[in-house]
């Protein structure tokens, strides 16, 4: 997903590469971090950096859409992207309510 950003991010217009660019690629460097976090815990610390994953990923979506609405980025690269970051977005889900249940104290 970052590569494939990165690449876009290069052609942005001016206006926007360095004002939502810069914030959308911020984002994903913290997901990325959230994610990395995340993976070396133990099970019951995990839950915090998966949620700010989840509600970074939703942040992101939206300042897509937003660079998509000013034409900034065109309807390809923006399918492209939005594929990725929900196919993301599912599995950070997943792992959410995985973490749920096993955390969740026993009936």
Known sequence: MYLLW???????????RYTLGQRIDYLLVEIIEAIATAAFL???????????????VDVLKILLMILWETKS????????????IDGIG?????W???LQKQNSPAK
Do not use: F, N, W
């Open 73 to 84: 980025l065109g309807d390809k690269k923006y399918i492209a992207l939005s594929l990725r």
């Open 42 to 56: 133990m099970r019951e610390e995990k839950i915090p950096y998966v949620r700010l994953a989840v509600r970074k």
């Open 6 to 16: 990165y690449e876009y991010y290069q052609v942005l217009p001016k206006p926007h």
């Open 96 to 98: 959410h309510g995985q």
């Open 90 to 94: 599912k599995m950070l889900g997943g």
